[in-house]
Every structure is written in structure tokens, then in C-alpha cells.
């Protein structure tokens, strides 16, 4: 989705749930999946404040957040995932 989107005001940040003494081993996984966007954690494992900030209780887990910081999506996978950005990312573009 991140290539196919990114250049309609989209982006993806990866919030890894690791724990300090496997930074060695996300940042290589990181790498090895030659992911393009931004990827923090705190290294708090479960204790990581995104987590817990937007109730993640399993993981993997994804958010869409609009420009205002609201939650328009979530638990969205595949086409699911695809049809709801192309609805939300073409809106503007049809009434231009």
C-alpha cells in the first residue's frame, strides 16, 4: 500500500513493540525487509507508550489517522486496507 499511496498525502510509521536487548535484531529485520518509512520504538515492549496510547492489545495492528490526529480505520489488512485508502485518499481529488 505504501507504494501505491505514497504520493497522495499518505505515509506509513512503524511502531515496533521490541524490548532493549533486541535492537540489534529489529533494526536488522528492518533493513532485511528494506522497509522505506519511518520506523520507531521506545524499546518498551508492551509497555511502549504508542501502544498504549491507542489501545493495541495484539499485534500486528494498523491505524488510519487523518491529517486532525482522528481515527478513521483500523485492523485493516489487504483489500480491505486498499479500498478504504483509495476512498479516503480520492474524495478530494474528485471534487477538484
Same mark, same amino acid.
Given at each position: 500500500?505504501?507504494?501505491?499511496?505514497?504520493?497522495?498525502?499518505? *505515509?506509513?510509521? #512503524?511502531?515496533?513493540?521490541?524490548? @532493549? $536487548?533486541?535492537?540489534? @535484531?529489529?533494526?536488522?529485520?528492518? =533493513?532485511?525487509?528494506?522497509?522505506?518509512? +519511518? @520506523?520507531?520504538?521506545?524499546?518498551?515492549?508492551?509497555?511502549?507508550?504508542?501502544?498504549? +496510547?491507542?489501545?493495541?492489545?495484539?499485534?500486528?495492528?494498523?491505524?488510519?489517522?487523518?491529517?486532525?490526529?482522528?481515527?478513521?480505520? =483500523?485492523?485493516?489488512?489487504?483489500?480491505?486496507? $486498499?479500498?478504504?485508502? *483509495? $476512498?479516503?485518499? *480520492? @474524495? #478530494?481529488? $474528485?471534487?477538484?
Amino acid at each position: 500500500m505504501y507504494n501505491k499511496f505514497k504520493d497522495h498525502n499518505f *505515509t506509513i510509521i #512503524g511502531i515496533s513493540l521490541d524490548r @532493549q $536487548e533486541n535492537k540489534a @535484531q529489529w533494526l536488522a529485520a528492518v =533493513k532485511k525487509d528494506g522497509l522505506p518509512w +519511518l @520506523q520507531l520504538s521506545d524499546l518498551k515492549f508492551w509497555d511502549n507508550s504508542a501502544a498504549k +496510547l491507542y489501545g493495541v492489545r495484539a499485534i500486528p495492528q494498523n491505524f488510519l489517522i487523518d491529517p486532525d490526529g482522528n481515527i478513521i480505520g =483500523k485492523t485493516l489488512f489487504g483489500k480491505g486496507l $486498499e479500498a478504504k485508502l *483509495t $476512498e479516503i485518499l *480520492t @474524495q #478530494g481529488a $474528485e471534487s477538484n
